[in-house]
């Protein structure tokens, strides 16, 4: 887009506290999407070395973006072979049709909606595949955090503790 390219052009000519301005996009997880616009924009006038720590970074993230779809995928067919209808939401395959570029948003989580009545058969498919619940219910706790009207998710870590994954329900 020529015009958001002119913009950073006219931002970055103003003088940027660098240190500042990335320390905040990357802890606001849009350190990605930051290098992608700077890079398009204006790549001469980053500061040296910078421009080339932010493509490492984006291209860390866009591979393990790529796991992380690879997993989506699989943990929906674990679904699908037990019948369970889920869908994928705040993920990679909602980054790559949001910004057309998967690598563009940082993301630690899965997560999966669900129906209300599928919330155990889906856990226990989780649980067959290695993954843990992130918090130990008793069985009266479960039902009740499942058909309460204050809570709509329930997390599980992934074998290894590299990701989350939250089935959410309605």
């Not at 421009?51 to 993230?61: F, H, I």
């Amino acid at each position: 887009d020529p015009t958001a390219a002119q913009r950073v052009n006219r931002l970055v000519e103003q003088g940027i506290d660098w240190g500042f301005f990335l320390g905040a996009a990357i802890s606001h997880q849009l350190g990605c999407l930051v290098y992608w616009n700077l890079n398009q924009a204006c790549p001469d006038m980053v500061p040296e070395g910078l421009l080339q720590r932010l493509k490492a970074a984006y291209n860390q993230n866009a591979t393990r973006n790529l796991f992380m779809t690879a997993e989506a995928c699989r943990i929906l067919g674990i679904f699908r072979e037990r019948g369970i209808p889920a869908v994928s939401f705040k993920g990679p395959l909602q980054a790559a049709e949001i910004y057309g570029n998967l690598a563009l948003r940082e993301i630690s989580d899965l997560y999966f909606l669900v129906h209300q009545k599928d919330v155990l058969p889906a856990k226990e498919a989780l649980l067959a595949h290695g993954f843990r619940p992130y918090k130990i219910f008793s069985p009266e706790q479960e039902r009740a955090h499942i058909h309460g009207y204050t809570q709509y998710d329930y997390p599980f870590i992934s074998t290894g503790g590299k990701y989350m994954i939250e089935l959410h329900w309605l």
